[in-house]
């Protein structure tokens, strides 16, 4: 199976992130402060929700968000889609083999797909950014040797009636000489062992006012612009250039 097929898997998380539901009162305080260290890193999340587009490939698909108004662009060639839809209120208009869907039960499916899309490709992206949505439980675990030599931070994420999959588990690996996460491992179910893979989040770049990681050594997003201006018509038509 090809890996970002089994990484949909993370599509719910976009949606979440903390609520300190943890027993450990003091273990979830910690993992808070060490959450708005790496968002303070990477810029502050005044500079994150003033940035308004993003456009960045993920897999085999290229998206452009309106990350103000909501409004998403899909192009995915392998599929022979083009997704224009509104994450907020599920409007839009799909394009298949360049011709626009009719059928409204067809195109209703393939919105939500699109908006699937976004939420597991968006959070490949910003991901340090939603640590402190509603609803996950955010903890600290333990501390680590990194493969820089470095020591990290390692939390843990779960959720509460949140998303697809509320069953999964993340641990995020938090550089303490930086307050970046250098890595992320997934785990399918909260009791899980061993995670599913453990990825890299390296090669962080200056991106407009914020710090994003892509074009990383293992996979990842690629590719990634970020602008205040953006040709507005992509979010309507298929043809915009």
């Known amino acids: 199976m090809k890996l970002y097929y089994v990484l949909k898997l993370t599509y719910l998380l976009c949606f979440t992130t903390l609520i300190t539901l943890s027993s450990n009162a003091q273990s979830s305080k910690k993992a808070t402060a060490i959450a708005n260290k790496v968002v303070k890193a990477m810029g502050g999340m005044e500079h994150y929700n003033n940035t308004h587009f993003i456009k960045w490939d993920f897999a085999k698909r290229t998206l452009f968000w309106d990350k103000w108004t909501g409004d998403v662009r899909i192009e995915s060639p392998e599929n022979n889609l083009v997704i224009l839809?509104?994450?907020?209120?599920?409007?839009?208009?799909?394009?298949?083999?360049?011709?626009?869907?009719?059928?409204?039960?067809?195109?209703?499916?393939?919105?939500?797909?699109?908006?699937?899309?976004?939420?597991?490709?968006s959070y490949w992206l910003v991901m340090p950014w939603k640590l402190q949505d509603p609803g996950v439980t955010l903890s600290h675990v333990k501390t680590e040797t990194l493969n820089n030599g470095h020591t990290a931070d390692v939390l843990q994420l779960t959720f509460n009636d949140v998303g697809v999959t509320p069953e999964n588990k993340y641990y995020i690996y938090v550089d303490?000489?930086?307050?970046?996460?250098?890595?992320?491992?997934?785990?399918?179910?909260?009791?899980?062992?061993?995670?599913?893979?453990?990825?890299?989040?390296?090669?962080?770049?200056?991106?407009?006012?914020?710090?994003?990681s892509f074009n990383r050594s293992k996979f990842g997003p690629k590719n990634v612009e970020v602008s205040q201006e953006m040709n507005k018509t992509l979010f309507a038509e298929l043809n915009y250039k």
């Open 176 to 212: 303490q000489t930086d307050n970046l996460i250098k890595q992320w491992a997934f785990f399918p179910n909260f009791n899980d062992a061993e995670p599913k893979f453990i990825l890299p989040w390296d090669n962080y770049q200056n991106t407009g006012n914020i710090l994003l």
């Open 85 to 121: 839809v509104n994450i907020n209120t599920l409007k839009g208009k799909v394009f298949k083999n360049n011709q626009l869907v009719q059928d409204e039960t067809k195109q209703n499916e393939l919105l939500v797909k699109g908006k699937n899309w976004w939420i597991n490709d």
